[in-house]
């Protein structure tokens, strides 16, 4: 996903002179040929991530595109006030590109661990926050993200994500994309975790359930058009992301659903458990931890839909 | 202007931004006070912004970073015509623009939104890298304060500019010798305050920052030639001009009361 978002950063920035790229000290090689394309717009502003946001937002007030990229929880939480005042308090149109978000970097440990970021930049006014499911999306979220007037998070994963979308989808910030047509259950998924939600959807199948399966790649602001639909028509919608329950996806609907009830549906909601791990292991390692596996969701969503 | 009619300027800003504190109840006198000269010398002398045309695009920029002296960057901008003095009507009012730190939008000559300390100057940087991007030669000055050099994104930025060469960008330290609750000397090792800029690779200037003559010599050296950022740390006194509020740092939180102000308007030889 990230050399995805690295060559369309360099394609973009060879058609809009106002692209410029500020990476925190990260992408070793990875941004070569954006320094060979856009030399004089290209910054490594060192590991300084506060001092980083700031200008960007400096340059984005002067009429520029800037784009920072570092790993999730150094790009949002470490600079976080930078974000509240700089971007979203001034309204300015920078994209903070996380790398790495949720359990990606689940070796490095909780340091590297980025299940925080989406409740705690949600609750920013004028912020957007996308997290694309596959490279397709990435790469059609980040010229989304550019094209928009304000700040945005695109929250990424490492490399290597399969290809969900088999052509290039309608991209729109703030409408989720169909995966899977179904209708006793809708799963809501955002960003890389949707190979997990496929593999649930496929076990219910099997067991007769129909499963509609969304890309839920806009956490702010919600598809509520979508909600209202699957809240009417679905008996149980479930939220998957790998993030913490507290403030997600899930915590969004949650919200949603309370302000917009009564609804027919019942919500499940999917993610991380208030607590640090305290083992290092796999990506896979750790979604397990948390009970992010196929079968437990499966069982539950089973249990729950009955 | 001469020296004498910038002097009479700048004592005509601290009475009004005394009488507005004790009408508005707006606190941080004292940081207001001793910045109001370097902000008198840069509006009157030095930037090179129009009021009446902030669209042009390659004016020079300033940044308040020390966001609660915004009582005299308000009662400058005002004087200099950013916008008519009757738009501070409801100074301090429910619903008005003008408080105790710089908004994100509506005031015109605001550029940043300030308050929270150690944000004005990485977003001068972007905009000094913008300027040079765009093949401006405009300077972007920003004004810190001491106690605000304890916030770790001062010296980010510290290191920042000067690996990018930004030579037309000042910081400018009012240096006040105070902070909220104590002095700056003491309660982070601030000193020694010139050789931490130069070392960090910044041009460095010292200067009196109540002396009108030397501050607009040093403020107008931007760029200096060295191909450095430039630091002006500019000594100040904690509530200038007003005997009884200069360096006491009651005066940080205080609001004064009618005869204060009274008092304080004739040692300013306004009355």
């Given at each position: 996903?990230?050399?995805?978002?690295?060559?369309?950063?360099?394609?973009?920035?060879?058609?809009?002179?106002?692209?410029?790229?500020?990476?925190?000290?990260?992408?070793?090689?990875?941004?070569?040929?954006?320094?060979?394309?856009?030399?004089?717009?290209?910054?490594?502003?060192?590991?300084?991530?506060?001092?980083?946001?700031?200008?960007?937002?400096?340059?984005?007030?002067?009429?520029?595109?800037?784009?920072?990229?570092?790993?999730?929880?150094?790009?949002?939480?470490?600079?976080?006030?930078?974000?509240?005042?700089?971007?979203?308090?001034?309204?300015?149109?920078?994209?903070?590109?996380?790398?790495?978000?949720?359990?990606?970097?689940?070796?490095?440990?909780?340091?590297?661990?980025?299940?925080?970021?989406?409740?705690?930049?949600?609750?920013?006014?004028?912020?957007?926050?996308?997290?694309?499911?596959?490279?397709?999306?990435?790469?059609?979220?980040?010229?989304?993200?550019?094209?928009?007037?304000?700040?945005?998070?695109?929250?990424?994963?490492?490399?290597?994500?399969?290809?969900?979308?088999?052509?290039?989808?309608?991209?729109?910030?703030?409408?989720?994309?169909?995966?899977?047509?179904?209708?006793?259950?809708?799963?809501?998924?955002?960003?890389?975790?949707?190979?997990?939600?496929?593999?649930?959807?496929?076990?219910?199948?099997?067991?007769?359930?129909?499963?509609?399966?969304?890309?839920?790649?806009?956490?702010?602001?919600?598809?509520?058009?979508?909600?209202?639909?699957?809240?009417?028509?679905?008996?149980?919608?479930?939220?998957?992301?790998?993030?913490s329950l507290i403030g997600g996806l899930g915590g969004a609907v949650a919200e949603w659903m309370a302000d917009n009830g009564p609804s027919k549906a019942s919500l499940l909601r999917f993610g991380t458990e208030d607590r640090f791990l305290g083992r290092v292991g796999s990506q896979e390692y750790a979604r397990a931890c948390y009970g992010l596996t196929a079968d437990v969701i499966s069982e539950k969503i089973l249990k729950a839909a009955g | 202007m001469n020296v004498k009619e910038l002097e009479r300027v700048a004592e005509e800003i601290r009475g009004r931004i005394i009488e507005t504190s004790c009408k508005a109840g707006v606190p941080h006198l004292g940081s207001c006070l001793s910045c109001v000269d370097i902000l008198t010398a840069l509006y009157w002398e030095v930037l090179d912004i129009d009021p009446q045309n902030l669209s042009r695009p390659e004016r020079d920029r300033f940044i308040l970073s020390k966001g609660h002296a915004a009582p005299a960057l308000f009662q400058v901008l005002a004087m200099k015509g950013f916008f008519p003095k009757a738009m501070m009507d409801d100074y301090g009012e429910d619903g008005s623009l003008f408080g105790e730190h710089p908004p994100a939008c509506g005031i015109p000559g605001v550029e940043a939104a300030t308050g929270s300390l150690g944000h004005g100057l990485p977003i001068g940087i972007g905009m000094a890298l913008a300027s040079r991007l765009h093949g401006y030669k405009n300077g972007i000055f920003v004004l810190l304060s001491d106690g605000e050099c304890n916030e770790g994104s001062v010296w980010e930025a510290a290191m920042m500019a000067p690996a990018n060469k930004l030579e037309r960008l000042m910081a400018i330290i009012d240096f006040n010798k105070w902070q909220a609750t104590g002095r700056s000397e003491e309660i982070m090792a601030l000193s020694p305050l010139k050789e931490k800029w130069s070392s960090f690779g910044w041009s460095v200037y010292e200067v009196d920052g109540h002396d009108m003559g030397s501050l607009i010599t040093v403020l107008k050296k931007l760029p200096d030639g060295s191909g450095k950022p430039v630091a002006v740390i500019a000594h100040t006194i904690k509530g200038k001009g007003v005997s009884f509020m200069e360096d006491d740092n009651n005066w940080h939180y205080r609001i004064p009361c009618l005869s204060e102000v009274e008092t304080a308007k004739k040692e300013l030889g306004l009355i």
């Open positions: 996903m990230r050399n995805v978002i690295a060559k369309e950063l360099e394609k973009i920035a060879s058609e809009d002179k106002r692209l410029i790229l500020l990476s925190g000290d990260i992408g070793n090689k990875l941004f070569d040929n954006f320094k060979k394309t856009a030399p004089e717009r290209f910054y490594n502003c060192g590991v300084a991530e506060a001092n980083m946001t700031g200008v960007a937002a400096g340059l984005a007030l002067m009429g520029f595109r800037p784009v920072t990229y570092t790993i999730a929880p150094f790009a949002t939480v470490r600079c976080i006030e930078q974000i509240r005042i700089d971007l979203c308090y001034h309204n300015v149109p920078v994209v903070i590109v996380g790398t790495g978000a949720g359990l990606s970097y689940a070796e490095l440990g909780p340091t590297h661990h980025s299940c925080e970021d989406i409740g705690l930049l949600r609750m920013f006014p004028n912020m957007t926050i996308i997290c694309p499911c596959d490279p397709v999306e990435a790469r059609l979220a980040l010229r989304a993200a550019l094209n928009h007037e304000g700040p945005v998070y695109l929250r990424i994963g490492k490399k290597g994500e399969p290809a969900i979308h088999k052509t290039a989808p309608d991209f729109k910030i703030g409408k989720a994309i169909t995966v899977i047509e179904g209708d006793d259950v809708c799963i809501l998924s955002t960003g890389t975790i949707i190979s997990l939600a496929l593999s649930v959807a496929e076990l219910l199948r099997n067991k007769g359930i129909s499963v509609r399966v969304e890309s839920f790649h806009t956490v702010k602001p919600l598809d509520a058009g979508l909600l209202e639909d699957i809240s009417r028509g679905c008996r149980l919608v479930a939220t998957i992301e790998e993030h | -």
